[in-house]
Nanobody, 129 residues
Framework: QVHLVESGGGLVQAGGSLRLSCAASGRTFSNSMTMGWFRQPPGKEREFVSAINWDGGITYYADSVKGRFTISRDGAKKMVYLQMNNLKAEDTAVYYC?????????????????????WGQGTQVTVSS
């Protein structure tokens, strides 16, 4: 079992920045995982944001956040981060981190919600105008 805890959400003005963190732990944690960020805006379905291979530098971003968000990970600390810059009102959502126990190298699998095995409880990000 892999446990995930998100933090760093909050209220920010449009154009501002936030950095989300996700702490991973568990007996089955390994370096061959894929970790991703998803979000669910109010009244909408959950959508893909970004993903990264835990043991490599392959990243993938949704078009809506490309150029504004940056995903990264710290293997030693078992943490994954989402740096969010130039935030917009449409970025308002509950943000979730997730783990795919197997490593992925294609955008299709990295962005598919059903590929992920474990999910955090989410952290709220609210962007005001």
């Amino acid at each position: 079992q892999v446990h995930l805890v998100e933090s760093g959400g909050g209220l920010v003005q449009a154009g501002g920045s936030l950095r989300l963190s996700c702490a991973a732990s568990g007996r089955t944690f390994s370096n061959s995982m894929t970790m991703g960020w998803f979000r669910q805006p109010p009244g909408k379905e959950r959508e893909f944001v970004s993903a990264i291979n835990w043991d490599g530098g392959i990243t993938y971003y949704a078009d809506s956040v490309k150029g504004r968000f940056t995903i990264s990970r710290d293997g030693a600390k078992k943490m994954v981060y989402l740096q969010m810059n130039n935030l917009k009102a449409e970025d308002t959502a509950v943000y979730y981190c997730a783990v795919d126990r197997s490593v992925s190298y294609t955008s299709a699998t990295m962005s598919t919600e059903g590929e992920y095995d474990y999910w955090g409880q989410g952290t709220q990000v609210t962007v005001s105008s």
